[in-house]
């Protein structure tokens, strides 16, 4: 609500003040010009990436951004008593709580143990499908963020299409000026795309992306933990790492690992991207 509040708020005051320095707010607004924009850059980003099809691409992208950041202190205490249940109880009764248990990934780990597969298949398997499922999220960052750079370009592809324009009907003096304003309006609409609309989405993108990452190692170091049945409180602790590592600005050595998004994740905190 606040967020939005806020984001209403700055788009009133900048027409009020693009109103008060232009002086006719109708000139700004050109279907034409915002078309030639927004749909050349979609399809330049679509094609650049192997996106399956546009629908898929927005459905995935509306969800990740759509969905409640899950509480990563309260996924620790419930795989805690998961491994407590497991260490004292049994798989038998670990299978009666296995149904509760919301997080996707974790409950396939869970399945995966009552199936009582050897170590190395639970975390293979745990691995591929966690590796598929952040592959896919940085997918459609790259593509947001190729968004970013191809809207500037077709606003000025549209510039020069209208610069042509004009100069082909410079008999009509009268024409000329509002001839260059239209012209003109396309390299507006691409910077205005490039850094309010598409800039701040692969921001989000980016910060849901680090979340998930920090959420799945929490997952599968647990589902690991529980099947080598440590002790509840070896589990949070080693679980907690994670958490800290997610708030600072690096992750230590010992606690990155060798997973693929282990690493990546540490490259991205190191690199700002994904703040």
């Known amino acids: 609500m606040f967020k939005g509040s806020i984001l209403w708020a700055g788009i009133m005051v900048f027409g009020i003040v693009a109103g008060d320095a232009i ?76 149904e509760a248990v919301e997080n996707p990934f974790l409950r396939q780990g869970l399945l995966q143990v009552l199936d009582q597969r050897n170590r190395q298949q639970v975390e293979e398997g ?17 593509v947001i963020q190729y968004f970013v750079k191809l809207a500037p370009v077709f606003g ?13 009907h410079m008999g009509d003096a009268s024409q000329i000026g509002y001839g260059m304003a239209i012209s003109l309006l396309t390299t507006f609409y691409g910077l205005l795309l490039a850094n309010f609309l598409f800039a701040p989405l692969a921001g989000k993108l980016a910060v849901h992306i680090q979340r998930e990452t920090v959420t799945l190692n929490i997952v599968i170091e ?32 010992d606690t990155v690992g060798t997973r693929p998004w282990q690493k990546w994740f540490a490259a991205t905190k190191q690199s700002g991207i994904a703040r």
Do not use: W
């Open 23 to 98: 002086g006719d707010i109708p000139v700004l607004v050109n279907l034409k010009s915002a078309v030639l924009v927004l749909v050349g850059t979609l399809i330049g980003g679509l094609l650049s990436a192997p996106v399956n099809t546009v629908g898929g691409f927005i459905h995935n992208i509306s969800a990740s951004l759509k969905r409640k950041p899950s509480d990563p202190e309260e996924l620790i205490r419930q795989i805690a008593s998961l491994g407590r249940l497991r260490r004292t109880m049994g798989i038998r009764e670990l299978s009666v709580r296995y």
């Open 156 to 168: 000025f592809v549209g510039t020069i299409i209208g610069l042509i324009n004009v100069l082909n």
């Open 126 to 142: 745990m691995e591929k499908k966690i590796s598929l499922y952040l592959s896919g999220l940085q997918s459609h960052l790259a």
């Open 222 to 253: 647990g589902v690991m933990a529980i099947f080598d049945e440590c002790a509840s409180l070896e589990i949070t602790h080693r679980l907690l790492s994670y958490v800290e590592a997610g708030n600072s600005s690096g992750m230590r050595e």
